[in-house]
């Protein structure tokens, strides 16, 4: 079965770059979330989208900027980079499609490191 | 706001037997998901199991179960017949709507 797709897979910046992560849904599946992943904690929700509006907004500083796609992509953008912005970063997809099916299914995420 | 609470850092289990991992959440809302999430060495987010709060059965998926006490706002999770691939971190997860919040997680290891 097809899953989630993230590209890259490991990314390496420095201070103060930009960095763009991608993230492809299951098809069919249009709501997507992006999870920030820090060293030895728990993943934090940064920001959502369902049928390419913003549908919920969580801890995403003003740095980071994410939109979705008509073919339901996403994208997240990442400038001025700081070395605190190293993690793990998950995308995740799950069929809405107007009903409560709140399943979100993972991505295998983007490592990145800011040095 | 809604918090979850995994209150076991770290648990081992001997192959073979049961383990029990422990979670609370606290909200107001009536209607909402709770989730267990896999995390292996890998960092993969894998679905275990999971209830819909208005489903008074508990979920079971082969070797592992969930025990749902909704006034108590308690998940828990047991393993059955514990492997060694089951070693992994183990979040909670509790969702409404479109937010998803996890617990700290839980490090199981599994021991041969």
């Known amino acids: 079965a097809a899953g989630v797709i993230q590209s890259p897979r490991h990314l390496i910046k420095e201070k103060r770059e930009t960095a763009t992560l991608k993230c492809y849904p299951i098809?069919?599946?249009?709501?997507v979330y992006w999870y920030q992943q820090g060293p030895g904690q728990d993943p934090q929700f940064l920001i959502s989208f369902y049928e390419k509006m913003q549908s919920d907004k969580g801890s995403i500083p003003d740095r980071f900027s994410a939109q979705q796609f008509s073919d339901y992509h996403s994208e997240l953008n990442m400038s001025s980079l700081e070395l605190g912005d190293s993690a793990l970063y998950f995308c995740a997809s799950s069929p809405n499609r107007g009903t409560a099916d709140y399943e979100q299914y993972f991505g295998p995420g983007t490592r990145l490191t800011v040095t | 706001a809604q918090t979850v609470t995994q209150s076991q850092p770290e648990m081992s289990v001997q192959e073979a037997e049961t383990v029990t991992l422990s979670c609370t959440y606290d909200t107001s809302e009536s209607n909402y998901y709770l989730f267990w999430y896999k995390q292996p060495p890998s960092r993969q987010m894998i679905l275990v199991i999971r209830?819909?709060?208005?489903?008074?059965q508990n979920a079971t998926e082969n070797r592992f179960s969930v025990n749902f006490q909704k006034a108590a706002k308690s998940f828990s999770l047991k393993i059955s017949d514990s492997q060694l691939g089951d070693t992994a971190m183990y979040f909670c997860a509790f969702a409404v709507r479109n937010d998803m919040r996890f617990g700290a997680g839980t490090r199981l290891t599994v021991k041969p």
């Open positions: 098809p069919r599946h249009d709501t």
């Open positions: 209830q819909e709060a208005y489903k008074q």
